[in-house]
């Protein structure tokens, strides 16, 4: 059973009477297996919040239906296992971390000895421990992103929405919220991440959605959106005239990038032992190789603008 399956949904926020409305989501559907880690990445207006509210039922799609967990969208039992980290998190800034986390597990139905241990879980994982009697209105902006991650975790639920949950937050607090994804990952929680930090989206995320202008227009694993196997690029000590020729004679091109490096572009992934045994014959002494790697934001703006353009 997938974690999260949404089938063709549209949101169109409408704008006054006669004006015409404003299509944030176009006709999109997706589905995460349970225990995946999903990145959901595009341009700022992209549709990635709407899409989150239309799931946890805080907004009506216009069209479309989708369930969490095999529930119906609209049973409010959809989302009795399921956390929610809003993009802009506001809480009563009366009360202290204690009091909001007690709030949240009481509306969870925590158990009272769970409640407490989970509590001091997520206030000790986000570092929030020492400032955890202190009342909400004296944090700083990176301070509540934190606690608005602890809410979303605390009941331990099967699925995590989480929106931008770096936002706001200095290096170690963005350490932090990527250990405890990769912490929820080996639980086997479900995580869909709405984020524009793409180093974080590379580290964590299983997949990826790429959505611009409500479609989704690419849904892939990391691996195959950064690796490109078809261009090795080897480090040698000695890539002579001969063995360059030799080499280009033998795959699709073979080039000297520097001293002690060559790429070469070849038919498929499959060739590989070949080529590297051909060149062992001809002398070449490799101290590595691999597959050419772009940075996801590299790939991420290329596959933008290329829509763009068709
Ligand atoms: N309540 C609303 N009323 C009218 N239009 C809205 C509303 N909320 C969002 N929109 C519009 O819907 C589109 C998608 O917005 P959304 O917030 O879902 O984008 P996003 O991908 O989350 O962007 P960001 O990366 O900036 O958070 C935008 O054009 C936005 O202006
Ligand atoms: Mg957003």
Redesign the pocket.
């Known amino acids: 059973m997938a974690a999260i399956s949404a089938t063709n949904i549209t949101k169109v ?1 409408k ?1 006054g009477l006669f004006k015409k409305g ?1 299509k ?2 176009d006709n999109l559907s997706i589905e995460v297996s349970e225990g995946e880690v999903f990145g959901f990445l ?10 989150i ?1 239309v799931l946890l039922n805080i907004i009506y799609p216009t069209n479309g239906n989708a369930r969490l967990l095999g529930i119906d969208i609209y049973n409010p039992k959809a989302r009795r296992n399921v956390g929610y980290l809003p ?1 802009s998190p506001y809480f009563n800034d009366r009360m202290n971390a204690f009091q909001l986390l007690e709030f949240y597990g009481a509306f969870y139905k925590m158990k009272r000895n769970h409640l407490e241990k989970r509590r001091n879980e997520v206030l000790e994982i986000t570092g929030l421990t020492e400032a955890a009697k202190r009342p909400l209105r004296s944090y700083s902006k990176g301070m509540l992103q934190r606690i608005g991650f602890c809410q979303a975790i605390l009941s331990e639920p099967e699925i995590v929405f989480l ?2 949950p770096s936002t706001g937050l200095d290096p170690m607090g963005r350490r932090r919220i990527k250990d405890v994804i990769r912490d929820l990952k080996k639980r086997g929680t479900t995580v869909f991440l ?1 984020s ?1 930090i793409l180093s974080d989206v590379q580290d964590t995320c299983d997949r990826i959605g790429i ?1 611009k202008d ?1 479609k989704l227009i690419k849904v892939a694993n990391i691996q195959e959106l950064t690796v490109d196997q078809h261009v090795l690029r080897i480090n040698i000590d000695n890539p002579t005239d001969e063995i360059i020729s030799a080499m280009d004679a033998i795959v699709i091109s073979c080039r000297k990038v520097d001293d002690n490096t060559i790429e070469l572009a070849i038919d498929t992934p499959q060739n590989t032992p070949g080529i590297i045994a051909k060149l062992v014959e001809l002398g070449g002494r490799i101290y590595d190789v691999r597959y050419h790697e772009s940075s996801l934001e590299d790939t991420f703006i290329s596959i933008i603008e290329n829509e763009g353009e068709q």
Do not use: L
Request: net charge negative; aromatic share 8%; proline share 4%.
């Open positions: 926020y704008q404003i944030a989501v595009g341009p700022n207006g992209a549709g990635k919040t709407t899409f509210k993009e929106d931008e709405n524009h959505v409500g």
